[in-house]
C-alpha cells in the first residue's frame, strides 16, 4: 500500500492499514495528536476502526503544550 503521510510518500506490506496500526509502525506515541485522513478530521476513538488504502493522504499533527 502506498500513502502519503505528513506530505512524505510511505509504503507498508499491507493493502489496507488502521490508523491505530500505522501510528504503532511508525512509533507515533505523542499523547496530544490530532489526525487528518484525506483532509477529514479523525477523532481518537476511531483509529482502531478507521482503514487507511492505496492512495490515501494521512496527516498526524503533534500538538505542543508549554508556557
Known sequence: MDITLNNRKESFDSEA????????????????MVIKLNGQLVKKGQYEDTMVKTGDRLEVIHMISGG
Open 17 to 32: 492499514l488502521s490508523i491505530r496500526e500505522i501510528l504503532k509502525l511508525k512509533n507515533f506515541t505523542f499523547r496530544m
